[in-house]
């Protein structure tokens, strides 16, 4: 099995993209559209100018920040739907903590403004955690459920308390608050471009969570109790808790990830400011398997994608709902290919298969 263990793998996946390709280009070629054309665009036409590689890693660090929590939460057992709404609570949190202290200097304003989406989302997340903890509710439904209501609330004081006095002055009435003070903004990593520090956050963080989830006590508890939570109880695991203290940290990581881009792309709570952020950090979350060495690869991959759809709208003239369903394919067949080849069942198949080309080594009965 070993033997032919990367021959199998490599057969999935590339059976996978070329499915997902196919799948593609037939809704191309569908709406008119030159399949050829617009995957060159895709994945060329950010990595032609400076401004396309720095957009891409701009995209991919709320994508890691929230991708390690999901990752964090099943690991421990607990499946978070819910970062979207953890995000926009996270940018309500920082935000006011931002346009509450504009005199305070830079050095202690901006990490208290991370710590206030940190904690933003964490509350926000703890409410799912102890509804599974104590009453048994299922976290998907009260995590989506609280997607919902963390969105008219984010809606709501952007219209209401937090709205900008000038646009009430105005008479826009745009929905968006104050532009934050610039102590709180995230410094620029490359002049000219919007790509800020919120990246080297993102890394440092990626170890921090691996370390934690695989050299600590704590992390092996964690992880036991979303293995198998019935032998975690008999070896004096507090499961429970475990659940709670994992979905908090889950959420304070998408917290984490409005704080970093309000502070460092946009600078002002603003409506549709996660970009679906919160949802697109699953998929990468599982695309990289669940581990932060995966997660940062598949949030550059997914990062590309994101920046290549933006230009295959002004150049190829797709429209934006049809890059949608293109991701959608693309991200349904590699994930599955990715359970089918950890499934064990089809693994033993494949090793039957491959078995059959193999040459019996010397002295082996063929």
Partial sequence: MNRFKLLYGSSIVVLAALAAALGAALVLTAIGASPVDTFVTIFTGPFKDVFGLTEILVRAVPLILVALGIAIAFRSGIINIGAEGQMLIGILAATATALALPAWP?????????????????????????????????????????????????????????????????????????????????????????????????????????????????????????????????????????????????????????????????????????????????????????????????AFFFGLLLVGSDMTQRSAGVPANMILVLMGVLILCIVSAKMYLNNPYAQERAARFFARFRKPDAGEPS
């Fill in 106 to 298: 830079k050095a202690v304003l901006l990490p208290l403004v991370i710590l206030a989406g940190a904690a933003g989302g964490a509350f926000w997340a703890a409410i799912a955690g102890t509804l599974r903890a104590r009453l048994g509710v299922n976290e998907i439904l009260s995590t989506v459920m609280l997607n919902y209501i963390a969105a008219q609330f984010y809606t709501f004081f952007l219209r209401g308390p937090m709205i900008d006095p000038g646009e009430l002055e105005t008479g826009s009435g745009t929905p968006q608050s104050m532009r934050l003070p610039e102590a709180a903004f995230l410094d620029r990593l490359v002049p000219g471009t919007r790509l800020h520090m919120g990246l080297i956050l993102a890394l440092v963080l990626c170890v921090c969570v691996w370390f934690l989830l695989w050299r600590t006590t704590w992390g092996f508890r964690l992880r036991a109790a979303g293995a198998e939570a019935k032998a975690a109880r008999y070896a004096g695991i507090n499961v429970p808790g475990s659940l709670v203290a994992a979905m908090c940290l889950s959420g304070a990581f998408a917290g984490i990830a409005g704080a970093v881009e309000v502070s460092g792309v946009h600078h002002r709570a603003i409506e549709n400011i996660t970009s679906g952020y919160g949802f697109a950090g699953i998929v990468v979350a599982l695309f990289g398997a669940l581990h932060p060495a995966g997660i940062v690869p598949a």
